[in-house]
């Protein structure tokens, strides 16, 4: 089993930034890709951001390209996202997941996945 806990959400102002954390317990952190997606009320979970199990590989989706930034450090088991640039269309719940060695942008790929935190960008 692996646990996780994601923090930093909050309220920002358009154009603002935030620093998702994403802190992983229970299994070994580098044995694991992880993933950042999120959810606005009424639509579907959508991929944000994905990242190597080595931190080698990333990728991002297209709304979210050049303004969010996905690392992670190994030494403290835990994964971020940097969030530039926010627009109010990326309000929603942001959840981080995890799944062995294989990086993937499907949600469905992931075997484990955290509580999520809110993203609220004002206009």
């Known amino acids: 089993q692996v646990q996780l806990v994601e923090s930093g959400g909050g309220l920002v102002q358009a154009g603002g930034s935030l620093r998702l954390s994403c802190a992983a317990s229970?299994?070994?952190?580098?044995?694991?890709?992880m993933g950042w997606f999120r959810q606005a009320p009424g639509k579907e979970r959508e991929f944000v951001a994905a990242?190597?199990?080595?931190?080698?590989?990333?990728y991002y989706a297209d709304s979210i390209k050049g303004r969010f930034t996905i690392s992670r450090d190994n030494a403290k088991n835990t994964v971020y996202l940097q969030m530039n640039s926010l627009k109010p269309e990326d309000t929603a719940v942001y959840s981080c997941?995890?799944?062995?060695?294989?990086?993937?942008?499907?949600?469905?790929?992931?075997?484990?996945w955290g509580q999520g935190t809110q993203v609220t960008v004002s206009s």
């Open positions: 997941a995890a799944r062995r060695f294989i990086t993937s942008t499907q949600a469905g790929a992931y075997d484990y």
């Open positions: 229970g299994r070994t952190f580098s044995n694991y890709a």
């Open positions: 990242i190597s199990w080595s931190g080698g590989s990333t």
